[in-house]
């Protein structure tokens, strides 16, 4: 085989490069050094030459690069054979990717084609910094303060797809909602609805800023999971801004901001742990914002809040289900984490004791949005159809948790703990 530029005179040896006149200052190094870098340790290279200032000069190269000059030979027609070993110093041999192609599919290249062919590992070195999964590290490099490195943590089997489809499932928050059907309401509705927006933007901000916590403890042979955080960061930021303007695009403007969501939210921003924080914010919260925003797109007052939130729920759809595949994963790999899991719902529980129940005034939203109006009747109509909402978070919070892998007790109990502020 052959390096760089082939050898063009036979039996130089397995491995060899023809420099023609090249000298080290004039572009020889660009053939040599990749050559070298094919080699394991000790494994040796034939340079062909026509340059004699390399008989000096490429010894002192070898040295102060800690390779081995072994021989100066001459080939039949009178050209310089220089053989050298290759150092134990530099980026190790290791297993190359050379070869590897990739074949897309209908036309596109998937996130997991690519983990198919490049599987995580079981646990990272922190010292390979920002090396891409499956490339050479040079010995050497820092360790980086990455904390989380180990598979059954980090990476769920699905990421890669859930990537895929995340990318392929963008909108656009002006162009893709249908805002010339927002109309006058009644004050009453159209300020319950400017209520009921301001809590899923609020709510919808703790989804930003608690995900980005953990994008740089992440250790990049795990880059799928860090890239699918990334697209959920662009979803709750869209989320944000189509909430927040559907507030204003009635007149109603922005509502109340409780202090129980506030004490709620900001125990998820205190979270330290990245499986807890996708169990507490994506399983739990977003779970069960499925529900809340379903409700909103069955009772929205015009075609754009429909839609809006029904685009809403299917990336939140996306993000539960990462929350509830990294859950699974780790549960499967770890005998001590529902356990922990459990506490870290009920340390949250604590903080809000006294907090009562939902806040008053999403409460109170939410019936208003149900009745469409607020005539009495409408009103008791509404009122039953928020109670039947609460009933149907809690089936499903029960539900996702026995499917993430809690008992149906377990799943209960956990249930009946969460927070009355639905995230």
């Known amino acids: 085989m052959s390096g760089g530029a082939p050898a063009s005179e036979p039996g130089v040896g397995a491995l060899s490069v023809d ?3 090249l000298s080290l200052s004039s572009g020889l190094l660009a053939l040599l050094r990749p050559a070298l870098d094919l080699l394991d340790p000790g494994g040796v290279l034939a340079l062909l030459s026509d340059d004699a200032s390399l008989r ?3 010894p002192s190269w070898c040295r102060a690069e800690r390779h081995g000059y072994l021989a100066l030979d001459a080939t039949p027609t009178g050209r310089d054979v220089h053989r050298i070993a290759r150092g134990r110093d530099g980026v190790p041999a290791g297993v190359r990717e050379d070869g590897m192609r990739l074949v897309p599919e209908h036309g596109r290249f998937g996130a997991s084609e690519v983990l198919a062919r490049v599987p995580f590992p079981e646990r990272a070195d922190p010292s390979t910094g920002f090396a891409p999964r499956g490339a050479r590290v040079e010995p050497g490099a820092p360790a980086y303060p990455f904390r989380v490195v180990e598979r059954a943590r980090a990476a769920p089997p699905e990421v890669a797809a859930l990537y895929d489809q995340a990318v392929t499932s963008q909108w656009d928050a002006g162009r893709d909602v249908p805002w010339s059907t927002v109309v006058p309401l009644d004050p009453p509705l159209e300020r319950a609805v400017g209520q009921v927006m301001t809590f899923l933007a609020e709510n919808e901000l703790s989804a930003l800023y608690v995900p980005s916590r953990f994008l ?3 250790h990049p042979a795990y880059a799928e999971t860090a890239m699918f955080l990334a697209t959920q960061l662009c979803d709750e930021a869209r989320h944000i801004d189509v909430f927040l303007k559907r507030a204003r695009a ?3 403007g922005l509502g109340v901001s409780s202090a129980t969501t506030s004490r709620s939210l900001l125990t998820l921003l205190e979270l330290e742990d990245f499986t807890e924080a996708s169990f507490l914010l994506s399983v739990l919260g977003e779970g069960t914002f499925l529900d809340l925003l379903r409700f909103v797109e069955t009772h929205a007052p015009d075609e754009a809040t429909k839609v809006l939130a029904s685009k809403a729920r299917a990336d939140e759809a996306r993000h539960v289900k990462f929350g509830l595949a990294h859950v699974r994963h780790a549960l499967g790999h770890d005998d001590g984490l529902a356990r922990r ?6 340390r949250r529980a604590a903080t809000l004791v006294g907090a009562g129940g939902v806040p008053p005034s999403i409460q109170d939203a939410l019936t208003v949005l149900a009745a469409g109006a607020t005539a009495p009747r409408a009103i ?11 009933e149907t978070m809690d089936e499903n919070r029960v539900r996702r948790l026995v499917h993430a892998g809690f008992s149906e007790a377990h799943a209960k109990t956990l249930s009946d703990l969460h927070t009355p502020n639905f995230m």
């Not at 899991?341 to 009920?346: G, N, P, Q, S």
């Not at 008791?380 to 609460?390: E, I, T, V």
């Open 250 to 252: 009635g007149g109603g």
């Open 56 to 58: 000096q000069d490429l």
């Open 216 to 218: 740089p403890r992440i």
């Open 341 to 346: 899991l459990e506490d870290a719902v009920r």
């Open 19 to 21: 420099g023609g006149a």
């Open 380 to 390: 008791a109509k509404g009122h039953d159809a928020f109670r039947a909402l609460l």
